[in-house]
C-alpha cells in the first residue's frame, strides 16, 4: 500500500541553529549565547523530545516572551513524511522531505519482541558496497543530528495517528511505539561520525527521548580509525558488515577493504570497548556463489574466534542495480549450521519488507519507481 501526502515541507533555508540536533550541554551554550539563563537549555530539551513540542508556542510553561525571542533565534526543524509504503508484513517504509531538495528514508519494523526503527545517517553512500542500492545513488549529503533524530520522533508521530485515530489526545512517548534503534539505514553512520554520535546521545538522553543504550545499535562498514573513537566517545551498540571472511571476496564487495582490510578491522575489534554481557553484532549478506559456501562458513568462524560475536546472516535482497542472486535455502541452513555447530552465536535474519523495496541494501534510489 502507498499513500503519498500533498503537503509539501514548509521548511525554507534558515541560518538559525536547529535546536532537535542539539545535546543537553550545547542546548545550555546556545540559550546563554543568547542572553537567556542557563536552565532554560534543559527546559527546550525536555520540551522538545521528551514531550515532543515542534514549535515554541506549545511551550506553555515557559514565559511568552521567551518564547517569541527564543522562535527568532532558534529553529526546530522537522522532516514531513512525503511518502509511506505499508508491506505485508507490517513493516512500513518512510520517505521523509527534508526541506532541502532531498529525501531521507527509514524503515520501521514491528515484530512480537520489539518494534525497531532503521534509521539513515547520509543521503545516499559513498561507500560503494556492491551489492547494496544506495551506494549505487552515491553520496549526496551528510544528515544533521537532528535530522537523524526527526526521523524517530517523525515515525512515532506517524504511528501514533495510525494507531489511536488521528493522534488527538496526550502523547504516549515515543518508545511505546519505537523500542529499537538501528543506524543501519542510507549512508554509512561512522562518516558522519560527530552527527551519529550527538544523535545518539540525544535518543539515549534521560531527559529527551530515554532510549537505553542497549537498544542503539551503530552499524558500520569497517572504518577503523572512527571504530575505535566510537569506542571512546559513544555509548551505544556496535554492529559490523562483514559480508566475507577473506580480502579477496570482502574488496570485491566493499571498496572499503582495500583501505581497512580484515586484519586491521578484526585487530580494532579485538580492543574495542565492550561493556559486560555487551557483543558485536556481524552483518553477512549471503551472495550465492560469492560468500555462501561452507568454506566461507569455517573461514567466518575462524576469523571471529576471541571477539565476542553475533552474527547476522541476511539473504541478499534482489534490487535492479546489483546482479547478485538469493543462496539457496540449503546453502543458508549449511552455513548457519556450520557457525552453531562452533558455538557461534548466528541467526538468519528475517527478510522484511522485501515486497515494498525497505530489506537491507534496497534503500534510495538509482531511479524513481514509480
Ligand atoms: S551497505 Fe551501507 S556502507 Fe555499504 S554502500 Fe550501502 S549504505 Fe553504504
Redesign the pocket.
Known amino acids: 500500500m502507498r499513500s503519498r501526502s500533498a503537503i509539501p515541507n514548509p521548511k525554507s533555508q534558515t541560518v538559525r541553529p536547529d535546536l532537535r540536533g542539539c545535546s543537553l550541554s550545547g542546548l545550555e551554550t546556545l540559550v546563554v549565547a543568547a542572553g537567556e539563563p542557563r536552565y532554560r537549555g534543559r527546559q527546550l530539551f525536555k520540551w522538545i523530545h521528551n514531550r515532543g513540542a515542534s514549535s515554541f508556542e506549545e511551550m506553555t510553561d515557559l514565559p511568552k516572551a521567551f518564547r517569541v525571542r527564543a522562535a527568532e533565534v532558534f529553529g526546530i526543524e522537522s522532516l514531513v513524511v512525503a511518502e509511506t509504503r505499508l508491506s505485508s508484513d507490517g513493516t512500513i517504509k518512510y520517505r521523509m522531505d527534508t526541506g532541502r531538495g532531498d529525501f531521507v528514508e527509514s524503515v520501521y519494523m514491528p515484530s512480537a519482541r520489539r518494534d525497531t526503527l532503521c534509521v539513515s545517517t547520509?543521503v545516499g553512500?559513498?561507500?560503494?558496497?556492491a551489492?547494496?542500492?544506495?551506494?549505487a545513488m552515491r553520496l549526496g549529503r551528510d544528515l544533521s543530528a537532528g535530522e537523524i533524530v526527526d526521523q524517530v520522533r517523525t515515525v512515532a508521530v506517524d504511528l501514533r495517528a495510525r494507531l489511536h485515530h488521528g493522534g488527538e489526545g496526550p502523547r504516549p512517548p515515543h518508545r511505546r511505539y519505537v523500542s529499537n534503534v538501528v543506524f543501519?539505514?542510507?549512508?554509512?553512520p561512522l562518516k558522519n561520525f560527530e552527527a551519529t554520535r550527538d544523535a545518539v546521545a540525544v535518543l539515549t538522553h534521560p531527559d529527551a527521548l530515554g532510549f537505553s543504550t542497549r537498544h542503539v545499535t551503530v552499524?558500520?562498514?569497517g572504518l577503523v580509525p572512527e571504530i575505535l573513537r566510537f569506542g571512546r566517545e559513544v555509548t551505544a551498540k556496535l554492529a559490523v558488515?562483514l559480508n566475507a571472511a577473506d580480502d579477496e571476496t570482502r574488496s570485491r564487495l566493499?571498496p572499503?577493504n582495500k583501505k581497512y582490510p580484515l586484519a586491521d578491522l578484526l585487530s580494532a575489534l579485538k580492543r574495542f570497548p565492550l561493556k559486560p554481557g555487551w557483543r558485536i553484532t556481524f552483518e553477512y549478506v549471503l551472495l550465492a556463489g560469492v560468500n555462501d559456501s561452507v568454506t566461507d562458513a569455517r573461514r567466518l568462524v575462524k576469523i571471529l574466534s576471541g571477539i565476542p560475536s553475533k552474527v547476522n546472516l541476511i539473504v541478499f535482497n534482489a534490487h535492479p542495480a546489483a546482479d547478485f542472486k538469493a543462496p539457496t535455502p540449503e546453502a543458508v541452513a549449511a552455513f548457519h549450521k556450520v557457525l552453531t555447530d562452533k558455538n557461534l552465536s548466528a541467526f538468519v535474519r528475517e527478510n522484511r519488507g522485501g515486497d515494498v523495496a525497505a530489506a537491507c541494501?534496497q534503500?534510495g534510489r538509482v531511479r524513481d519507481e514509480g
Not at 125 to 129: E, K, N, Q
Not at 184 to 188: A, F, L, N, P
Open positions: 547520509q553512500c559513498a561507500m560503494g558496497c551489492f547494496c542500492l544506495t551506494g543501519m539505514g542510507m549512508g554509512e552499524s558500520t562498514c558488515s566493499m572499503i541494501g534503500l
